[in-house]
């Protein structure tokens, strides 16, 4: 019996030792292959070696740290851009929120991260790396961080003109509208006019 017992403790020994030795290895493969803070913008949050994604709870958005892309919904479809939309050009990106999250492709599970992170949206106490005395920060994201900041000003400039032309086509149309719209109106009291007389 007490082989028995013995054969049980040594075979629960082993199996613990090496589920353990299987989680180490998988521990080191992630640290060496996942750093990327160099990527990372200095918007972005302090305290991570690595970080896939930000989500953006203010505006629903999320930015992709390794392509420098931002992800957000445009006319009811997922688009990768490296700029923002004009509708959130006011939007202080080192003012908001940022969740980090390392999960493959996040935005198909919007609505997900909306709810789970609802509660983080409207706050700015996040500490930013721009600001961090943090020595792992000093090469962050700074070789062409410039040229695409006026890339993306001049991308942002060219979406508002497209907005604004796009909103001066249907105040145009609007205006076609109300106007055959006045006119049928008009030719309806001329035919009741006439078929009174």
């Not at 203010?58 to 892309?69: C, M, S």
Request: net charge positive; aromatic share 12%; with cysteine.
């Amino acid at each position: 019996m007490q082989t028995n017992k013995m054969k049980k403790i040594i075979f629960t020994a082993v199996l613990a030792i090496s589920c353990l030795s299987i989680k180490f290895a998988d521990a080191q493969v992630s640290v060496g292959v996942g750093l990327n803070i160099s990527s990372q913008p200095d918007w972005g949050p302090t305290g991570y070696n690595n970080a896939g994604y930000y989500y953006i709870p203010d505006i629903g958005a999320y930015y992709d740290v390794n392509a420098h892309e931002y992800i957000y919904m445009e006319h009811n479809a997922w688009v990768h851009r490296g700029y923002l939309p004009p509708r959130y050009r006011n939007y202080n990106l080192y003012g908001g929120y940022k969740v980090v999250i390392n999960d493959r492709d996040p935005w198909l599970r919007d609505n997900d991260y909306r709810g789970r992170y609802a509660s983080y949206r409207g706050r700015h106490d996040q500490a930013m790396i721009r600001n961090s005395r943090d020595a792992r920060y000093r090469n962050h994201w700074m070789g062409v961080r410039n040229e695409r900041m006026r890339n993306q000003n001049i991308r942002a400039r060219r979406e508002n003109m497209r907005e604004r032309n796009m909103n001066r086509r249907d105040r145009n149309m609007n205006q076609r509208m109300r106007q055959q719209n006045q006119r049928m109106r008009e030719d309806n009291r001329r035919d009741k006019h006439d078929d009174k007389h």
